[in-house]
């Protein structure tokens, strides 16, 4: 593998480990720390932002492993991967947890659906991707 092909691995492999590194912790401040904050709806809510963050994690890692898919694509769902899931995964925990803070996150509560729109389009890509790949 040439090194500039390693560096679009590397970067998945860092998203999808950092995205994993910080849902864990995320995930844990929730069942522990935010319960008795917060409602049972806001901590379903939050806990869906956690869910998402940590399957895209998955997702990033398993590509940073893919050698058939084009560098280009690659980048592409990089970059797509990393703004969803800021957006989507991020904007949930704002809204979740909004009564706890001083700004008011449902005045950004339309990034969640752009977040969403985002992942879809990184996994569309990796799906034209791998059709349009003869033998995997």
């Known amino acids: 593998m040439s090194l500039e092909r390693f560096a679009s691995h ?58 058939f898919i084009p560098k280009k694509a690659l980048n592409l769902i990089f970059y797509l991967l990393a703004i969803g899931i800021l957006f989507f995964s991020g904007s949930i925990y704002g809204l979740a947890t909004n009564e706890l803070s001083a700004f008011d996150f449902k005045k950004i509560a339309l990034i969640t659906p752009l977040g969403g729109m985002l992942l879809i389009l990184a996994w569309g890509i990796l799906l034209i991707n791998i059709l349009k790949t003869r033998s995997v």
Request: net charge positive; no cysteine.
């Open 10 to 67: 590397k970067k998945l492999l860092i998203l999808g480990a950092g995205l994993g590194f910080v849902g864990v912790i995320l995930g844990a401040y929730g069942a522990h720390g935010l319960k008795p904050l917060v409602s049972a709806d806001q901590l379903e809510t939050f806990e869906t932002g956690v869910r998402f963050q940590m399957y895209h994690a998955f997702l990033a890692l398993i590509l940073g492993g893919f050698s």
